[in-house]
């Protein structure tokens, strides 16, 4: 009989307390979260140095932009701008 409580207390022990294996769990688990948004921020500073450096460097890129951004154009080029007949009609 002491055995047995000897055992749940010890059980006890190693499942409740401060290194226990629910603490242990609720740390991996943590940890993996960590990991994966650590994982989208290094994915994002990529595509953002990816982009200075087209900036820096690519002058279609920057042209492409120009265009696509602020709706520039080449010396000579016309630009049309096509209404929606669905939003001019609502006007």
Do not use: P
Request: charged content about 30%; overall charge negative.
């Amino acid at each position: 009989m002491i055995k047995i409580v000897i055992f749940i207390v010890g059980l006890g022990f190693l499942v409740f307390n401060e290194v226990g294996i629910i603490t242990l769990i609720s740390l991996y688990n943590d940890d993996k979260v960590e990991q994966s948004e650590l994982n989208q921020q290094y994915a994002q500073i990529t595509k953002l140095t990816d982009e200075i450096d087209k900036l820096e460097n690519d002058s279609e890129y920057i042209k492409k932009i120009a265009r696509e951004e602020f709706l520039m154009a080449e010396e000579g080029e016309k630009i049309y701008r096509v209404e929606d007949q669905k939003y001019t009609q609502q006007k």
